[in-house]
């Protein structure tokens, strides 16, 4: 197997992990009283420690590095506080207060965001061809949301909120911590996140206390969405980088909101209209021609991390 097909595959596999995990968490959602607060303080707890667990042992890194100094300690607190929380705890509540696949493809439209953040703070100028890919974009989510009826919508209205906010919260982790990113590698500064951000929750939702009925069908979906939907994922992810361009690797990233969606017939037994189906592939054709533009390094960014 030559290195480009190693990345390739490591890649797909980190974006179907991702999409599957927010299956998983729908299924427990459906058939147990999990809470999202709960969900996400566990699993951002357990993820973190195998991600750091993977960076000090395989990588061999210095994971205490970025608390040496004040400054940094600092930006990866406002990073866990404010992008991890954020883009974790909104895409499951999204989930839990909607379904898999429309909080997945509400996220996956986050590059958007970086694109108008990097546009209005200066870091470039905005093109013709970006502005129409942005309305696209805009466009498919409005397809998906009303399913090509403007008067109703398909989603319930909080669902939408927290998809948004996802996808929000999804362009603040991406461009915040890039100096950490730089200068600390991906898994230590992705780790320490994780388990900064699971904190906050213990005081909502301990892991103690999980408030539902724990059964080897409840712990095994807990196991697929900690080991394999985030930690695995995200190493995977990683790890095809060494081997193929971000640009690619973001590309196989569509994996994600895909399998989501097709998931969601299959197991839900989720019908999607139409104008829904047609929503998603305008949205998932948009960021990407978006995200593969060489100008737009900054976009891939967001792929690297989601």
């Known amino acids: 197997m030559n290195n480009r097909i190693k990345g390739i595959l490591l890649a797909a596999f980190g974006g179907s992990m991702w999409g599957v995990s927010g299956i998983f968490a729908q299924s427990l959602f459906t058939h147990y009283t999990v809470s999202s ?18 960076s000090f042992f395989v990588n061999k890194e210095n994971i205490l590095l970025p608390f040496y100094q004040r400054k940094t300690a600092l930006k990866l607190v406002i ?8 883009v974790q705890y909104f895409f499951y509540k999204g989930i839990e207060l909607g379904n898999a696949s429309t909080a997945t493809i509400l996220q996956f439209a986050a590059p958007i965001f970086v694109y108008a953040y990097t546009v209005l703070a ?23 949301v009303t399913n090509g009826d403007l008067k109703s919508m398909s989603i319930s209205p909080l669902g939408l909120i927290f998809g948004i ?100 017939v299959v197991v839900f037994k989720q019908i999607f209209g139409f104008f829904e189906i047609l929503g998603i592939f305008i949205v998932m054709i948009a960021v990407l021609l978006l995200a593969s533009t060489k100008e737009e390094a900054y976009v891939e960014m967001v792929n690297e991390q989601i």
């Open 122 to 144: 200066g870091e470039k100028k905005a093109t013709l061809r970006e502005i129409v890919l942005v309305l696209f974009t805009f466009f498919g989510v409005l397809l998906i």
């Open 165 to 264: 906010a996802s996808a929000l919260a999804v362009a603040f982790y991406s461009i915040q911590p890039r100096s950490l990113l730089a200068e600390f590698g991906p898994t230590v500064i992705v780790g320490w996140g994780m388990i900064l951000g699971s904190i906050p929750f213990q005081f909502v939702a301990p892991i103690t206390e999980p408030g539902f009925q724990l059964t080897w069908h409840s712990l095994i979906l807990l196991l697929l969405i900690i080991v394999f939907g985030t930690s695995l994922s995200f190493i995977s992810y990683f790890a095809s980088l060494s081997y193929i361009t971000p640009s690619l690797a973001s590309i196989m990233t569509a994996l994600e909101p895909l399998l989501a969606a097709v998931l969601s």
């Open 37 to 54: 607060e709960w969900l996400v303080g566990i699993r951002l707890l357990f993820s973190g420690i195998l991600i750091l667990g993977y």
């Open 79 to 86: 990073f866990s506080l404010f992008g991890m929380i954020g």
